[in-house]
Antibody
Framework: QAQLLQSGAEIKKPGASVKVSCQTS????????ISWVRQAPGQGLEWVGW????????KHAQKVQGRITMTTDTSTETAFLELRGLRYDDTAIYYC??????????????WGQGTLVTVSS | QSVVTQPPSVSGTPGQTVTISCSGS????????VNWYRHLPGTAPKRLVS???QGPSAVPDHFSASKSGSSASLAIRGLQSEDEGDYYC???????????FGGGTKVTVL
C-alpha cells in the first residue's frame, strides 16, 4: 500500500527558505511522479509543482517561479520541496502526492499528511 | 478567482442527489481529463474520481462523474452525512502549463 510521510511543521521568517521532505513507501518510486499542492488558511487547493522521479524533469506554478526547487533522492525514495524568499502568502499546509509519470496529470493519490509552513516575523 | 470555477456551496437532505459543477475552457477541461477530490478539515485530500489516462476510470457507486465540452460535474447520489466536506475538481491547463484546481465546493447535508 502506497504511503507518503512528510516532515514536520516549520516556522520561518520572511525571506528565509524552507525544505519539506516527503518519504514514500509501498510502490516503485521511479514509476510515478510527485506533485506538491498547498492550501493557505481559508483558501482552496493550489498546485505548486511536479517532479519526475525518473528523470527529475520539473514543472511548477508561475506563482513560485524563481523561488522553488524540487528534488528527489532515489536511494531513500524521498522527494523534497524547497521554497526560497518566503513571503507571508506562502503560509500554507503543503501536501505531497503521488502523481502520474507525465507532468500534465491531475491524478494525485495517495497524499501525504501535510506539512504546515508558517511565515511570520 | 479561479480559472476553473465551482459553486462555493451546495446542500441537500439525506438521500437526495446533489451535483457539483466545474466550468473551465478549451485549454483545460475542454482538452484534458478531470479528477475530483474530497478534502475534510485536518486530513489529506482524497481522490474520488480518476479519469486519468494512465488508469481505468474509478467511479464509486455513490458518485457519478461526467464531462461535456469545457465543463464537468460530479453527482453525489443518496446523500449521506459522511459526504460533507470540500470537493475540488482538477485538470491540466495547456496554456498555463499547470494543474488547476477549481475553487472548491462545500457540501452540506441538511
Amino acid at each position: 500500500q502506497a504511503q507518503l510521510l512528510q516532515s514536520g511543521a516549520e516556522i520561518k521568517k520572511p525571506g528565509a527558505s524552507v525544505k519539506v521532505s516527503c518519504q514514500t513507501s509501498g510502490y516503485v518510486f521511479t514509476s510515478y511522479g510527485i506533485s506538491w499542492v498547498r492550501q493557505a488558511p481559508g483558501q482552496g487547493l493550489e498546485w505548486v509543482g511536479w517532479i519526475s522521479t525518473y528523470n527529475r524533469l520539473t514543472k511548477h506554478a508561475q506563482k513560485v517561479q524563481g523561488r522553488i526547487t524540487m528534488t528527489t533522492d532515489t536511494s531513500t525514495e524521498t522527494a523534497f520541496l524547497e521554497l526560497r524568499g518566503l513571503r507571508y502568502d506562502d503560509t500554507a499546509i503543503y501536501y505531497c502526492a503521488r502523481a502520474g509519470s507525465s507532468s500534465w496529470t491531475s491524478d494525485f493519490e495517495p497524499w501525504g499528511q501535510g506539512t504546515l509552513v508558517t511565515v511570520s516575523s | 478567482q479561479s480559472v476553473v470555477t465551482q459553486p462555493p456551496s451546495v446542500s441537500g437532505t439525506p438521500g437526495q442527489t446533489v451535483t457539483i459543477s466545474c466550468s473551465g475552457s478549451t485549454s483545460n477541461i475542454g482538452s484534458n481529463l478531470v479528477n475530483w477530490y474530497r478534502h475534510l478539515p485536518g486530513t489529506a485530500p482524497k481522490r474520488l474520481v480518476s479519469n486519468d489516462i494512465q488508469g481505468p476510470s474509478a467511479v464509486p457507486d455513490h458518485f457519478s462523474a461526467s464531462k461535456s465540452g469545457s465543463s464537468a460535474s460530479l453527482a453525489i447520489r443518496g446523500l449521506q452525512s459522511e459526504d460533507e466536506g470540500d470537493y475540488y475538481c482538477a485538470t491540466w491547463d495547456d496554456t498555463l502549463n499547470a494543474v488547476l484546481f477549481g475553487g472548491g465546493t462545500k457540501v452540506t447535508v441538511l
